[in-house]
């Protein structure tokens, strides 16, 4: 039978991969789920809080070796199943062939980092793929569950893989979407901490839990992250351990972007390599969400002259912007010097995050009664030869309007004279000419004089992304 687990943190979000798994579940004939994703995304809560509690087997396999891994796995069965765990099964095929012989219908095995138990026993995905082909009429189903994303990968979506096209469900898990953490962290009501809890934290679950235990952000921080000693402290580097054969190459890449080299050519130029060597490393690490490219908008796919790469998710940004560099300081127990020295350039990760926020509200709200494109920051020479950047552009569904937008994260804002400037930025913008332009401040706090320009502070963002 499964047991629920006392969790601090509410079970949020889900509800579209929840109800493909019980729609899963419910099938008449065996299936086959899977989920894969970075580590404390929130997979093992999905299958907890999804799975049939009166017909199903939760596993979470670990590093052991083979014959106890099948004896644990024995004895979870054991509580569906009385007296499963009695025997000693030689090989997995005598134990999976005994669970799909005596399994009630409907029945779920879950097996949980499966990419641990594949790594003991080579045959275990033939094995699943036989039973999976032979015994649909038991309506036995199967959920296979993995944080290593490239050996999950390789394990089922490579077509020489046993189980490739098997799946009925395959899922990639994500980090929970910003407006959560109002919840997840118990603030609502506070959306400025929420933005900075966010530029912390990202979208991870499990980092939510972490920190809550703690009064707050700032000595979260550095008990969890900051300090040698820390549940964090080494996240990054068990994260590309997970799912990279080359982490160093990786984490030199990450560290370069997480430092400010941008752009492929800076990259390379730093690491005494050619750029094109980098294609590879870069593309697994776009594949892996670790990295993201960010074009100006409009600007054409294979244009890589005006792409620019930054890391992509707000925790790992600031473990490579703060925790990397200062690893000497840390390691040699200087927390507060260091700690001291975040605190005092935070605000400007946190402005960056609160622009990526920015964007990403764009087509999740209804400004100007029309309906919006996805968001991207454009950069270049305006009509006038002169640079130019802008925070926000965006068109509409329809294509007769453009969005132009700046993002300030300040304690006070002049409005208008940045209500002004940003006119002034739009009437710049080469593709703007003969279209319809509407202007929108993103502000940290809304001016006491309001103006006439649309103003969206960090409540109304947060609210959108959920």
């Not at 990786?250 to 050619?274: N, Q």
């Not at 006491?448 to 959108?464: C, D, F, K, N, S």
Request: proline content about 5%.
């Amino acid at each position: 039978m499964l047991e629920r687990h006392n969790l601090v943190l509410p079970f949020l979000d889900r509800r579209e991969e929840a109800g493909r798994l019980q729609r899963l579940f419910a099938r008449r004939e065996g299936c086959l789920g899977v989920l894969f994703g970075r580590r404390r995304c929130g997979k093992s809560r999905l299958l907890v809080e999804t799975l049939p509690r009166d017909r199903s087997v939760y596993f979470l396999a670990d590093e052991r070796e083979a014959p106890l891994q099948r004896a644990a796995l024995a004895a979870e069965i054991a509580h569906l199943l009385p007296g499963f765990d009695r025997v000693v099964y030689p090989d997995w095929d005598s134990l999976l062939g005994r669970w799909w012989g005596e399994a009630p219908a409907g029945s779920v095995l879950a097996l949980d980092e499966f990419q641990a138990l594949a790594a003991q026993a080579g045959e275990l995905p033939s094995l699943l793929q036989r039973y999976l082909d032979t015994r649909k009429e038991r309506a036995c189903h199967l959920v296979l569950s993995g944080s290593s994303q490239r050996l999950m990968q390789g394990l089922l979506l490579d077509r020489t893989a046993p189980l490739f096209g098997r799946a009925t469900e395959l899922m990639k898990i994500a980090p929970l979407e910003a407006g959560w953490i109002l919840e997840g962290l118990a603030l609502a009501g506070h959306p400025l901490q929420a933005v900075e809890s966010f530029a912390t934290w990202g979208g991870i679950p499990r980092y939510w839990e972490l920190a809550s235990s703690f009064p707050d952000r700032r000595e979260a921080l550095r008990a969890l992250v900051l300090d040698p000693l820390g549940v964090l402290y080494r996240e990054a580097d068990s994260l590309l351990l997970d799912d990279l054969r080359d982490p160093v190459q990786s984490a030199s890449i990450l560290g370069l972007v997480g430092g400010g080299c941008h752009r492929v050519s800076e990259i390379a130029g730093r690491l005494g390599k050619p750029a094109s060597s980098l294609a590879r490393p870069l593309q697994r690490l776009l594949e892996l969400d670790l990295l993201r490219r960010d074009r100006p908008f409009g600007a054409p796919i294979r244009d890589a002259k005006k792409t620019l790469y930054r890391v992509a998710d707000p925790f790992l940004r600031y473990w490579f912007r703060y925790v990397a560099p200062n690893r000497s300081r840390l390691e040699a127990r200087l927390v507060g010097l260091v700690a001291d020295a975040v605190q005092r350039d935070e605000a400007r990760h946190v402005a960056e995050v609160w622009e990526d926020l920015a964007r990403a509200s764009v087509p999740r709200l209804d400004l100007f009664g029309r309906a919006w494109g996805q968001a991207s920051a454009w950069w270049g020479p305006g009509v006038d030869g002169k640079p130019l950047e802008v925070d926000v552009v965006a068109e509409s569904t329809d294509g007769s309007a453009i969005l132009v937008g700046s993002v300030k994260w300040e304690e006070e804002t002049d409005l208008a004279r940045a209500a002004a400037e940003l006119t002034q930025a739009a009437a710049r913008l080469p593709f703007a000419a003969g279209r319809l332009v509407h202007t929108t401040l993103w502000l940290k706090k809304r001016s006491r004089r309001t103006g006439q320009i649309t103003i969206l502070e960090p409540e109304g963002v947060l609210q959108a992304l959920r």
